[in-house]
């Protein structure tokens, strides 16, 4: 039996964009209980940008560490895409433990039109495709390279290292490196040490997308995004039809009818 993390995908606008990805929850697990924790995986950003068409594979790999020192890694692959006019196509695959028996499957389907305003969001088990209003504010933010000043953080939080990584050509397409070291003293939440947490970021001035992340966190562990199997052409525009026979769910605001 399945056990989908819980937290459905964040409509609206984080939804398109943040990337979030969901997780099977071990067998062990129980939500009659009390305890326990669910979450949610956000990945790469793509912006709705036009003139910049590709398709790739995005492979996710999230590690998490136990106290006794081990560690367990859940992964999955998925297929994405943006075309010419700037619409983005993204597929959603459950994470499942690595080199594991639990084969990955395809839950969500997403495509965000800049033009039109629109986001689908496609459940493939449920075949109902729901449809909202698609604002690109936030998404077209990540065109720029990840780039802060080193220094203290506000409030006594810690503080923030940033350092320039060079160039490096990954799936053939040049990037620029970043990398955010924060340090987070004692006693800001509940820890009794210092706590270190990394980003490591490669930036396609062309594509406008990180095609490799890499974050480690004491909070949450390390999670690496690669882009891989990269075409930087025009998709195949079938990617951007809706599935069919999926029904479709209006969830767009109607507006009020003046007196």
Known sequence: ????????????????????????????????????????????????????????????????????????????????ARDQQGRVYEERWYLVPKS????????????????RRTLYNCSTERQICDLLVFDPTNALSAMSPRKGSSGPLQHGDGNVTWEDLGNRIIAGIDTAGTRETTITPAGAWGNDQPLTSMS?????????????SIRSSPFFGKQTFTITELTAAEPDPQLFELPAGFKINDQRKKPQISH
């Open 200 to 212: 490591e970021y490669w930036h396609s001035e062309k594509l406008g997308i990180n095609l490799l």
């Open 1 to 80: 039996m399945r056990y989908a993390i819980a937290g459905f995908l964040w409509l609206g606008t984080l939804v398109g964009m943040a990337q979030v990805q969901q997780a099977q929850l071990p067998p062990t697990f129980d939500a009659r209980r009390d305890g326990g924790t669910r979450e949610v995986l956000e990945s790469i950003v793509i912006p709705p940008i036009p003139g910049a068409p590709f398709t790739a594979t995005l492979a996710t790999e999230a590690v998490k560490y136990a106290a006794d020192g081990a560690s367990v890694t859940s992964v999955n692959e998925r297929r994405i």
């Open 100 to 115: 594991g028996n639990i084969k990955s499957t395809m839950n969500w389907i997403q495509i965000a039109d800049p033009k």
